[in-house]
């Protein structure tokens, strides 16, 4: 799959690109927002662990369709508050440390999800 980072565009602000290509004939999975909540109903606390948690959650979905991180080409996240954003991006970074091509990613803050321990959305799309 191709990255789409054109030079007449302002470099990303962290580890993702502007846009990617997928293949014809590729199979495109979509997981539903995940939100940093266990099997046992348990939520860890701060932005960086719950953020990890939503990856793990995403990992067990793509796993069930034969993907991995590799397959990520879009990320959409959502955050609670702008300090949470270095928490979320450290958890991103780690989970796609080996990824290349890198995702699209877009990050945004909102007022607030279902409860109000929860600081971090995450969903992807993957393509196989």
Do not use: W
């Amino acid at each position: 799959m191709t990255e789409l980072t054109p030079d007449s565009l302002h470099p990303p602000f962290a580890r993702y690109v502007h846009g990617r290509v997928v293949p014809p004939g590729a199979q495109l999975i979509l997981t539903s927002g995940q939100l940093p909540i266990r099997k046992d109903g348990t939520t860890p606390e701060g932005a960086e662990a719950q953020a990890a948690l939503c990856f793990e959650n995403i990992a067990a979905i793509l796993a069930e369709a034969g993907a991995d991180a590799a397959h990520v080409i879009r990320v959409n996240a959502f955050v609670t508050e702008r300090a949470h954003m270095a928490g979320y991006m450290a958890a991103r970074d780690a989970y796609f440390a080996a990824c290349s091509p890198l995702p699209a990613s877009t990050l945004v803050i909102v007022a607030g999800f279902t409860r109000p321990e929860f600081l971090v959305e995450v969903e992807v799309t993957a393509a196989v």
